[in-house]
C-alpha cells in the first residue's frame, strides 16, 4: 500500500531544464510545487568543482553524470517486424540523470528553431509542391509559431547568459552574425567567445567560399553577467571539460547556474531526488490527473496528489510514462492510428577530421561545448534551394573542438593503426594538429519510427522498457551526403595535410554502438487536434486537461539545430497560458 | 551513489598511495618496468592472467623513443584497478536478459560478460588458444607471435571457447587506452607520460590567457587532478 502524501497543487516529474522553468512559474503563481527527481541532488558547489571535475575517466567515459543503464535502458530495434534488444552501454546517445537532467552536462549550444522548421509541412508544399514529400514522411507543422515564441527564445537566451552575435535584429541583417536566423527582437546578451583556431581556419575558409560564417549561440557566458533572476555568472575559460562534465565556473548554463538559485529559498516548492516515478494517477472518468506513484530512495512506493501534473522528464521518460499510465492511444505502425509513440526522430551528423602538419596548432585541449566553435547555417532548414536536391530538411556545419581529451577525443587519420607503436607514433603526430568539422542534420518523423514498450525486457522496478523503432531513410541519406559535401569543400580550403570523413551511406543501419546525438525527438507531439497529437500548444494533453507533458517530446520532427532553445521557449510558452488562463479556469485550453 | 562516491574515492586514494610506493621502489629510470609490475600484487587478476595482462598491455602500447609503453605508464596496474571498481562488476551496463546473438553489431553489445567476466573467460580461452597454435601461453610468446596472435583476436581471425575473439580484445584495447591516458590517480598514465607524449594538458583546465592567441604553440606541462606537475 502506498504512502500517501499531502496533496499539492502541482506535481512536476523530472527537475532537469524545464522542470526549473515550470517549478519557477508555478510558484510565481502562488501554487504549491513538489518536484520529483529520480536521480540524485547534484549543485556546482559540491559536484562540480575543481580540479575534480577535470576528470576525463570518471565523467567523459564511465559516466558519473548519465542515467545508470543498469536500472533502466531502452530497447532498440532497426524495423517493425524486428526483435529489438537493449542498449546496454552507452554509444549513441547520453541520457542525464539528477538534478538539472541533461541540463548539466549539454554542451550550451543554444539554438532558435529557424521561422519554417515550426510550419515545415506547409512550407514544403507552398515552394515545393505536395509531390516533394514521400508518402512514407509523417511530418506535420507545429501548432505555434516563429512570431509566437520569439519573447520566449529571447527570454531564455538572457536566462542563460547566452554569448554570440545577432545576424538578424529586428528584421536588419548584421555582419558577422546568421543572416538566416528569423528576426529576434533583442541582441544576445553576451558578446561572442574568441574562436577556437580551428574555427578560425573554418571561418576563413568558408568566407572565402561565400558563406556566412559566425559565431555559435553559446550558453557559455563570456563575462561576468547577471541574468533576469538576479542570478550572476562567471566567464568561460574554455577549460574543455564541459559537454559531459559539470561547470565548476559558473559559465555553461544550466538549471543550477541560473534558476535553481531563486527558488531555493521557496517554502512553496519541495525537491524530492531520489523519487522514482512509476504512474500518473487518474480519476475514475480517466480524464482528470490526481497526482504520480513513486518509488522513493528506501524502495516505498509513495502516492503524490496533485491537481495538476507536469512532465518534464527527458523525452524518452516522458512518452515511457504515458505508455505506462495508458495515457492517450498508443500509436499502431500498421495503421498509422494512435498517438503516443508516433513520430520518433533523431539527427544525423558526419565528421570530416581536417589533419594538419606539426606547425599548425589546433591545440584541441582550448575548448568549451559552444562557446569558441564557428558554424556555417547556408545549407540548414529551408535555407537553400531543395527543388533539385531531392531531400527536406539540412544541416548545420561547425568548426572547432568541446575539448581534447584524449581517451574519447582522439582523431587519427584513417589507416593509422589501432595500436602498438604505429598508434602511439600517429597519436603523438596527430593530437595537437587535427581540427574537426562537423555537420548536424536533421532527420524527419516516418510512418515506420516510433517508441512503444518493449515485450521482454524491464526495469530495475519490473516495468517494461521503451522500445525504439527507427532506422535511416533515404530522405536522410541524400541530406547527409549534401551537408558532408558541403563541409568537405570548405576543409579543402582550409588546406590540411589530407583529411577524413565518417559518413552514413545507404545501406549503414542505425548503429547505436557509436555517438552521434542526444538530440531524440516526438512520441508525445504536439498539433492541431486528438487525432494528430498527444497534445496541443500549450503542452496540454488532449485526453487528461491537467496534465502537461514539456520537452522535445513534443516536437513533429527533428531539426539540424540542438532542441535546448525550442524546448525552454515551448515551456515558458506554455507556462504563460497556464498562468494567465489555465489557473483561472481549469480545463482546456485549445477544444479538441 | 555515496556509496560509490566513497569507494571511488577509497580506490582512488589506494591507487595514487601504491603508486608512490612502487615508483619509490623501481625509481623512475625507463627500465624500471618490470620491476614495477614485480612490485605490484594484483587484486584482481590470478598469476596466469597477470601473465597475460603485462604482455598484452606491452604489445598494445610498447615502450618506443616517442613515449612510455604501457607497462611502463601503469596500465596493467589500471586495469587491474578497474575490476575491482563498479565498472568491473558491470555496474554501468544493462545486465539482463535475455541475451540475444545473431544480431547485426549495430544494434551494441549483447554479451553477458561483466568487464571481469569477460577477462576471466577471455584470457583463459586467449591462453588455450595460444597453446593450440604455438604450444605455449601468450606471454612466453616472442613478440612478432604476440603480435600475429592480437591482430587474430582483432579480426576474429580465431575463434575462442569463450566470449568472441573481437569483444574481447575490444575490451583488452578499450581499457588499455583509458589506462594510459586517463588521470594519474587511477593508477595509470604514470607521471602523465602519455600526455606529454601528446602534449594534452590534462586538469589545467584555464586557457584564458590563449584564447586571444590561438595557434600558437602551447608552453605548458600537464598537471593531474591531484595538483601534481610531475619532475
Known amino acids: 500500500m502506498a504512502t500517501r502524501k499531502k496533496k499539492v497543487d502541482a506535481v512536476i516529474v523530472g527537475y532537469g531544464w524545464t522542470g526549473a522553468i515550470m517549478a519557477k512559474t508555478l510558484t510565481d503563481a502562488g501554487l504549491s510545487v513538489v518536484a520529483l527527481e529520480r536521480g540524485p541532488a547534484r549543485d556546482t558547489s559540491r559536484d562540480f568543482e575543481y580540479p575534480r571535475v577535470a576528470d576525463e575517466l570518471r565523467y567523459g567515459v564511465r559516466g558519473e553524470l548519465w542515467q545508470p543503464l543498469a536500472k533502466e535502458t531502452v530497447t532498440i530495434r532497426h524495423g517493425v517486424g524486428d526483435v529489438a534488444v537493449p542498449y546496454r552501454k552507452y554509444g549513441s546517445f547520453v541520457l542525464g540523470n539528477g538534478v538539472g537532467g541533461a541540463g548539466v552536462h549539454w554542451n550550451g549550444q543554444l539554438w532558435r528553431a529557424s521561422p519554417e522548421d515550426l510550419r515545415l509541412r506547409s512550407h514544403y508544399e507552398e515552394r515545393y509542391g505536395k509531390a516533394f514529400i514521400p508518402d512514407e514522411m509523417t511530418i506535420q507543422d507545429y501548432p505555434v509559431s516563429f512570431e509566437e515564441l520569439e519573447p520566449h527564445f529571447d527570454h531564455f537566451e538572457k536566462v542563460c547568459g547566452v554569448s554570440g552575435t545577432a545576424g538578424n535584429l529586428r528584421g536588419v541583417i548584421k555582419t558577422g552574425g546568421n543572416p538566416f536566423e528569423g528576426p529576434r527582437s533583442d541582441d544576445f546578451p553576451s558578446p561572442a567567445l574568441p574562436p577556437v583556431y580551428a574555427a578560425q581556419l573554418f ?187 531531392g531531400f527536406v530538411g539540412g544541416s548545420l556545419i561547425f568548426a572547432g573542438g568541446t575539448g581534447g ?93 589530407t583529411y577524413s570523413t565518417f559518413l552514413m551511406k545507404p545501406g549503414d543501419h542505425y548503429d547505436v554502438r557509436i555517438y552521434q546525438s542526444t538530440h531524440t525527438t516526438g512520441g508525445a507531439i504536439m498539433g492541431k487536434s486528438r487525432f494528430d497529437s498527444v497534445i496541443n500548444r500549450y503542452s496540454q494533453s488532449w485526453d487528461v486537461p491537467n496534465l502537461f507533458v514539456m520537452g522535445a517530446s513534443a516536437f513533429p520532427q527533428n531539426m539540424g539545430y540542438n532542441p535546448t532553445g525550442l524546448v525552454a521557449a515551448l515551456a515558458y510558452f506554455a507556462s504563460d497560458q497556464i498562468r494567465t488562463a489555465y489557473l483561472r479556469s481549469p480545463g482546456r485550453l485549445v477544444d479538441a | 551513489m555515496i556509496d560509490t562516491l566513497t569507494r571511488r574515492s577509497f580506490l582512488a586514494g589506494a591507487a595514487a598511495a601504491a603508486a608512490t610506493l612502487t615508483a619509490a621502489c623501481a625509481g623512475s629510470s625507463s627500465d624500471g618496468s618490470a620491476r614495477i609490475n614485480r612490485a605490484y600484487d594484483p587484486a584482481y587478476f590470478t598469476a596466469d592472467e597477470w601473465a597475460f595482462i603485462v604482455a598484452a598491455v606491452d604489445r598494445l602500447i610498447p615502450a618506443s623513443e616517442e613515449g612510455p609503453g604501457g607497462i611502463q605508464s601503469g596500465v596493467a596496474e589500471f586495469i587491474d584497478r578497474q575490476m575491482e571498481s563498479p565498472y568491473g562488476y558491470g555496474a554501468f551496463a544493462y545486465m539482463s536478459g535475455p541475451f540475444l546473438t545473431d544480431l547485426p553489431p549495430s544494434l551494441g553489445y549483447q554479451l553477458r560478460y561483466t568487464p571481469r567476466e569477460m577477462y576471466r573467460s577471455g584470457i583463459a580461452a586467449a591462453d588455450a588458444a595460444a597453446h593450440r ?43 588499455t587506452k583509458e589506462g594510459y591516458f586517463a588521470d594519474p590517480m587511477y593508477g595509470g598514465n604514470r607521471h602523465m607520460g602519455a600526455w606529454k607524449m601528446i602534449g594534452f594538458p590534462g586538469a589545467r583546465a584555464d586557457f584564458t590567457d590563449w584564447m586571444d592567441q590561438q595557434g600558437r604553440h602551447y608552453p605548458y606541462g600537464p598537471v593531474s587532478v591531484n595538483g601534481s606537475k610531475d619532475r
Not at chain 1, 220 to 232: E, I, L
Not at chain 1, 255 to 264: F, S, V, W
Not at chain 1, 328 to 343: F, H, I, L, M, R
Not at chain 2, 135 to 156: C, H, K, M, V
Request: glycine content about 8%.
Open chain 2, 133 to 175: 597454435s604455438y604450444s605455449a601461453r601468450f606471454s612466453d610468446l616472442a613478440i612478432d607471435r604476440q603480435d600475429e596472435f592480437l591482430r587474430s583476436l582483432e579480426t576474429g581471425a580465431i575463434t575462442l571457447e569463450g566470449p568472441p575473439a573481437e569483444a574481447f580484445f575490444e575490451q583488452l584495447l578499450r581499457n
Open chain 1, 405 to 497: 581529451r584524449p581517451i574519447e577525443q582522439m582523431m587519427l587519420p584513417p589507416g593509422a593503426p589501432a595500436w602498438g607503436v604505429g598508434w602511439k607514433s600517429a597519436a603523438r603526430k596527430h593530437y595537437l594538429h587535427t581540427a574537426p568539422v562537423g555537420t548536424q542534420g536533421s532527420v524527419m518523423s516516418y510512418r515506420d519510427s516510433y517508441l512503444s514498450l518493449d515485450p521482454t525486457y524491464r526495469d530495475s522496478y519490473g516495468h517494461p522498457l521503451l522500445r525504439i523503432t527507427f532506422d535511416w531513410h533515404d530522405n536522410e541519406y541524400r541530406m547527409a551526403a549534401f551537408s558532408s559535401q558541403r563541409a568537405e569543400e570548405i576543409v579543402r580550403a582550409m588546406e590540411p595535410e
Open chain 1, 203 to 389: 571561418d576563413k575558409a568558408a568566407a572565402q567560399m561565400g558563406y556566412s560564417p559566425f559565431p555559435q549561440p553559446a550558453a557559455n557566458s563570456s563575462r561576468a553577467y547577471t541574468n533576469p533572476y538576479g542570478v550572476r555568472m562567471g566567464p568561460c575559460n574554455m577549460c574543455g571539460y564541459c559537454e559531459l562534465f559539470g561547470c565548476f565556473m559558473y559559465s555553461k548554463a544550466s538549471p543550477q547556474t541560473t534558476i535553481h538559485p531563486i527558488l531555493r529559498d521557496r517554502a512553496q516548492l519541495e525537491v524530492r531526488t531520489g523519487a522514482h516515478v512509476t504512474r500518473i494517477l487518474r480519476d475514475n472518468t480517466g480524464t482528470i490527473a490526481t497526482g504520480v506513484l513513486y518509488i522513493d530512495e528506501s524502495g516505498h512506493e509513495v502516492e503524490q496528489p496533485a491537481d495538476i501534473v507536469v512532465l518534464c522528464a527527458f523525452q524518452m521518460h516522458n512518452v515511457r510514462l504515458l505508455l505506462l499510465s495508458g495515457i492517450g492511444e498508443p500509436y499502431d505502425p500498421s495503421t498509422g492510428n494512435g498517438v503516443v509513440g508516433k513520430n520518433y526522430a533523431y539527427q544525423m551528423c558526419s565528421l570530416t577530421n581536417a589533419f594538419f602538419d606539426e606547425d599548425v596548432n589546433i591545440n584541441p585541449f582550448i575548448g568549451a561545448g559552444a562557446a569558441g566553435l564557428r558554424v556555417v547555417d547556408d545549407f540548414n532548414s529551408d535555407h537553400f534551394d531543395h527543388s533539385d536536391q
